[in-house]
């Protein structure tokens, strides 16, 4: 039989559309520092502070384990790999690939990590972004109600899990979709600009950033990326 070609009725379509149930409209977003010795690869970060930590995507597969991939800055992956092996909140770890400034790493979680990610979703959370810090795991959260942040903050304290607040920032329907750059970023751009780090040819180096902030070169790295991120996001999208 000939294939017949399919109306749409788009009034109806349209209906069915409005039913979904939506948290578009208002929200906060915070920017939140975790610290825990019980959370995710955290005895690693204290043990290889030099490096900066993204976890890229993670993933359970059929045997139950949960799989992080992570992509790792900095220059100490010996102290990073040694400190890898000996983390209690992750086994098997693996180095899947590797780059001139950066290495890849596929871990599994153990039974003793905590974990934040599955309480966001729970709450109607939303994971913007996620990386390591000095002084625990720098995250950003979005969530539709500050009830929402309430009950993730309580399930924090009752986890005995530190969180500090880097900013929040309230979203309502004027809202121009403009995150907040943090105090580091703010200080990290303007050093850098007003030392001549975007002059062509270049007036410092990261390095020299470094030195001038008082940080890793990886984390002036990480802070120029996500910064100039944030700018060009919230002005060409």
Request: with cysteine; hydrophobic share 35%.
């Amino acid at each position: 039989m000939a294939d017949r070609p399919v109306s749409i009725d788009i009034a109806n379509y349209d209906g069915e559309r409005t039913s979904i149930r939506s948290q578009a409209e208002g929200g906060i977003v915070a920017q939140l520092r975790l610290d825990n010795t019980a959370l995710f690869l955290q005895p690693t970060l204290r043990r290889a502070p030099d490096v900066t930590v993204e976890p890229e995507y993670w993933t359970t597969i059929g045997t139950g384990r949960t799989l992080v991939f992570c992509t790792v800055y900095g220059d100490d992956f010996d102290g990073f790999e040694a400190a890898l092996e000996t983390d209690p909140t992750v086994a098997d770890p693996v180095l899947a690939d590797r780059y001139p400034d950066r290495r890849v790493y596929r871990v599994a979680l153990t039974e003793r990590a905590e974990t934040f990610i599955a309480k966001t979703a729970e709450v109607g959370g939303r994971l913007l972004d996620l990386s390591s810090s000095r002084d625990g795991w720098l995250v950003q959260l979005q969530f539709p109600s500050r009830d929402d942040l309430v009950a993730f903050n309580e399930y924090c304290r009752e986890r005995d899990i530190s969180v500090t607040v880097d900013h929040l920032r309230v979203s309502d329907d004027e809202d121009d979709g403009v995150v907040a750059l943090t105090e580091k970023q703010q200080e990290l751009l303007a050093v850098a600009h007003e030392e001549g780090y975007f002059d062509v040819p270049r007036g410092i180096s990261q390095d020299e950033l470094a030195d001038r902030l008082g940080v890793s070169k990886s984390a002036v790295s990480q802070r120029l990326r996500r910064a100039i991120g944030e700018l060009c996001a919230s002005k060409l999208c």
